[in-house]
């Protein structure tokens, strides 16, 4: 009797290193693969310099064709090279989906891992064949991930996504509660957003505080968070150009931080167009700070110097400042 997995409770299949024709393996059958947004360059240099290291796992089906198990990626390369045979590891068509899932989930985690895309479709492929308590005790930390119902679901929902949404999953372009947020926004909303996580390096915190904000001017004045992104204000820089993904950052959180706290935004232009008028916007060695948001008229006044006479010429240039109508207009913001 083979032996049986301890926690599983099923047959551990027997094995052997064999020679298959690379046509009969069927590559359309993904049953137990979940790679995606690869870059299969590394494992061609390493396959053309030294061969192949690790074979594929493959389960004969009844109909005598190969469902690859694990090496998908091994598979592709070798199909690119066109080796008209592949050494592969072959188990028989008994074996188990439980053990073949499992046996696809090890090689992954114990190998290059998987991306948050990859953990989720392997997510929902082990919810089809395990209670969910199991899967989040026993496999979620094979993915790397806490057994947490809530990181489960979160990664469920990179599934419901468009394949555009996916692929920047896939290249960790998109964080995992982003795409969780993003599931429950209007497709329509989800189309006109796409061209900014594509253009622009948007790291997780900025990627939540981009859909807080797009959510709440969208509540606040009735309209689709897509009457925002068309704006011309947002959508002319981002199809600028000319200017660079830094501007376009820039100027993106420039005009939803206007457009969702006008008051405070104009303060703080008032502000600068004053202390330029004073002289004192970006001085080296002056600077005048208001309180955080303006809440009440207080400012904080910064000086460096080097040397007594340094100081004394600073005071005098502040003596001069007192007398100045856009100091008395700071102190009243």
Known sequence: MPPRHPASNFAIPAMELVRIDRTSLDEADRTFVVSAGFDLAPLRTSIQTLGLLQPPLVRQRPDGRGQIIAGWQRFLVLQELAWPTIPVFLVPPETTPQWCLLASLHDNALGRGFNPLEAAAMCQRLLALFPQEVVLR????????????????????????????????????????????????????????????????????????????????????????????????????????????????????????????????????????????????????????????????????????????????????????????????????
């Open 138 to 333: 026993d496999h979620l930390p094979k993915l790397g991930l806490p057994p947490s119902p809530t990181i489960l679901q979160h990664h469920l929902a990179l599934l419901t996504l468009e394949e555009p949404w996916q692929e920047l999953a896939a290249r960790r372009r998109l964080s995992v509660i982003a795409g969780a947020r993003l599931s429950q926004w209007p497709v329509a909303d989800r189309q006109a957003l796409l061209p900014w996580f594509q253009t622009l390096p948007l790291s997780h915190s900025k990627q939540l505080d981009f859909l807080a904000y797009l959510t709440t001017l969208s509540r606040r004045h009735h309209t689709a968070a897509a009457f925002w992104l068309a704006q011309p204000e947002l959508a002319g820089p981002l199809q600028d150009p000319a200017l660079t993904p830094t501007a376009k950052d820039r100027l993106l959180w420039e005009t939803l931080r206007r457009w969702l706290f006008p008051r405070l935004s104009q303060a703080r232009q008032t502000a600068q167009d004053h202390l330029k008028a004073l002289g004192v916007w970006q001085h080296p060695h002056i600077r005048l700070q208001p309180s955080p948001a303006f809440e009440d008229a207080s400012w904080r006044l910064e000086l460096r110097f080097e040397t007594p006479d340094q100081l004394a010429r600073q005071a005098r240039q502040l003596q001069d400042l007192a007398d100045r109508p856009e100091l008395a207009a700071l102190c009243q913001l």
